[in-house]
């Protein structure tokens, strides 16, 4: 089991940055690949990016996101540069025993933290 608090979300302007944390309790995270979700408004979760040796990103977020993780610490972030309104959304971590981008295949949830992106 692991729990997953995320946090840094709030009200940005289209082409700023925020960072995203997520800090893990109750297993070492070297134990799952760590990923980012997120829900817009009247759509569906999609993928953002996972980061297990590597990290993989989805298109509409490559080159503008970063994925990282800090084992010592047991955080993972997400840094998210020039963003765009359609970026809004609440942002969820992740974490899974596997390589997988849908989201019902996900073993453990955040509680989620909304970034807002205004024009």
């Known amino acids: 089991q692991v729990q997953l608090v995320e946090s840094g979300g709030g009200l940005v302007q289209a082409g700023g940055s925020l960072r995203l944390s997520c800090a893990a309790s109750?297993?070492?995270?070297?134990?799952?690949?760590m990923g980012w979700f997120r829900q817009a408004p009247g759509k569906e979760r999609e993928f953002v990016a996972y980061?297990?040796?590597?990290?993989y990103y989805s298109d509409s977020v490559k080159g503008r996101f970063t994925i990282s993780r800090d084992n010592a610490k047991n955080t993972v972030y997400l840094q998210m540069n020039s963003l765009k309104v359609e970026d809004t959304a609440v942002y969820y971590c992740?974490?899974?025993?596997?390589?997988?981008?849908?989201?019902?295949?996900?073993?453990?949830w955040g509680q989620g933290t909304r970034v807002t992106v205004s024009s």
């Open positions: 992740t974490a899974d025993s596997g390589y997988t981008t849908v989201a019902h295949r996900i073993d453990y």
């Open positions: 980061i297990g040796r590597n990290p």
């Open positions: 109750g297993r070492a995270l070297t134990a799952y690949v």
